[in-house]
């Protein structure tokens, strides 16, 4: 799974802004940390939902310094046989 996919797949991820973002992005945010529902990722960078999913933004990758994305991985356990010796 990719990175894009892993923003896809989360419903809610909170970005914090770099300075380059603060700069480009004014006071479209009240702070320099925010959270936003993930509609897409691409090589442009990830697009979110701001205000009440009105409005689709394009969150260019230079704009933001870190994004906490809560993903569940799924399960991967492998079924083992006995161990031991085999007669």
Do not use: N
Not at 14 to 27: I, N, Q, V, Y
Not at 45 to 53: F, T
């Amino acid at each position: 799974m990719s990175l894009a996919d892993k923003f896809v797949a989360s419903s809610k991820v909170t970005f914090k802004l770099s300075p380059e973002g603060r700069t480009a992005l004014g006071d479209t945010f009240d702070k320099p940390s925010f959270q936003a529902d993930v509609e897409d990722a691409d090589e442009l960078g990830v697009w979110i939902w701001i205000g009440q999913r009105t409005s689709l933004l394009l969150l260019k990758w230079d704009y933001f310094a870190t994004a906490v994305v809560d993903y569940e991985a799924p399960d991967q356990s492998v079924e083992r046989g006995k161990a031991g010796f085999i007669s």
